[in-house]
């Protein structure tokens, strides 16, 4: 299997980041956009039953390619338990479920792509640059963390510093 990338369902904004990156991975490798809104709404509802119990929950996006056929395969993971609608399940070729040794919960579903377009390393990579492209609230959340980061070492440095002068002054004296 082809590994295209993480997709974290952490807010309601990653449900629509979720949906298109799978809608664009589907209907790239297809061609048929009919099958990539269909799959990409099946993932956004998936995603909000994730979203309800697991702010941590992520789909992980792979490809399995032998000769024509293929699938796409997101395995949802998360802590808490996961429901899958039965909608989902039937949208799917393949439904395994399975549970970590620590206690994460899966779910590997397979989507048979109706027809698949010829892929090979540059398209590989332009699917991975799809799903792992980071969403407006993952880049303003790696900016704050960067931030509290900075104020952490600007702080320690005022302290150091402040130490220095001190033992410097009791060394003047």
Sequence with gaps: MIDLGTIPIATRHSIIEARG???KVCQTLSGDSISAA????AVSELARSLLARDSKAKIQVGLRAEGVDAELILTVSGHAPIEMPEAIRVFFAQVDA????????????AYTLPSIQHVDEQAIS????????????????ELRRKNR???????????TTSAKERMESELNI
Excluded: C, P, Y
């Design 126 to 141: 332009a699917l991975r640059q799809v799903v792992q492209q980071q969403s407006r609230d993952e880049l303003m959340e």
């Design 149 to 159: 980061e900075l104020q952490e070492s600007f702080e320690n440095l005022k302290r």
């Design 98 to 109: 399975s549970t970590g040794t620590s206690g994460a919960r899966a779910h590997s579903l």
């Design 38 to 41: 269909r799959l990409g709404t």
């Design 21 to 23: 990156k799978i809608r």
